[in-house]
Structures are given as C-alpha cells and as structure tokens.
C-alpha cells in the first residue's frame, strides 16, 4: 500500500513533504524550547504563538498540497512560510540586542538572552531552508512525466 503511495511520485512531492512535516515538528519543538528557556522573564511581546501558527499552518497545506496538488496552494503555502520566517526574524531581534549591547534591556540577563539568540537563530536558520524548500517546489511540476 505505502509502495503506491510513495513510489513514482515527482521531485516537488518529497520537498513538500518533508518541508511540511518538518516544519509542523520543528515549530512544535521550538515554542517548548521557546516557553522553556525565556521562562516568562522577558520584557517583550513574546508572540512565538504567531510563528507556531504561520509554519503548522504552512506545513499542514503543504502536505496536503504535495498529495492533492492544486495551482493556487502552493502560493498560499510559500505567503504562510514567509509570514512565519518574518515573525521570528522579528523575535530574534530582540535578544540580539541584549547580546550586542551592554545592558540587557529586553530579557533582563546577558546568560538568558545568549540563551534565546542561539535558539531563534538556530531554528531562524532551520524556518529559512524549509521555506526554500517550499518556494523551489513550487517551481517544480506536479506530476511525473511518462516514461516510454
């Protein structure tokens, strides 16, 4: 059965699949680790929440997407990506500025905003090439030629 399903499938198949189902898992993992390392001793929005919804959401159309290819979700799935990487590019500002500053203004604690600038960027990175992965399958086909 799974042979069916995942045999003979084209290259935009696999990106869409696996952007998706990594991002939904990634996003998941990063708002725990988000909740745990900042611990509610922050002086800023900590709207996480947003990106978590932008990348499930984004994964979760991109999975659909790569069994039942449509024209337009595509599109809609690279905007949701976007959303979600320019929401924690946002977030990832703000223990930077501790980092690179003298006194830290937003987290309060030089070690806690260490803390939180590894983790947004480590995950900033990962969001990027998930999104890449999406924007390039979207320029791919949606079906397999024929071999004759």
Known sequence: MFGKLFLHKPLRFYLELCGGL???IASIIFFALDRQVLG??????????ITLIFLIAGGAL?????????????????????LGLGSHLRLACFPLADVTNPAP?????????????????????LFAILALFIVIANFLPAKKKQQN
């Open 105 to 125: 203004f937003f987290t309060g604690d030089k070690i806690v905003a260490g803390n939180a600038t590894t983790l947004f960027f480590t995950f900033l990175i």
């Open 62 to 82: 991109s999975i659909v997407d790569a069994f039942f290819p449509l024209p337009f979700l595509g599109i809609v799935t690279a905007i949701l990506f976007g």
């Open 40 to 49: 509610g001793n922050i002086r800023f929005d900590d709207s996480s929440y």
């Open 22 to 24: 990594l991002a939904v």
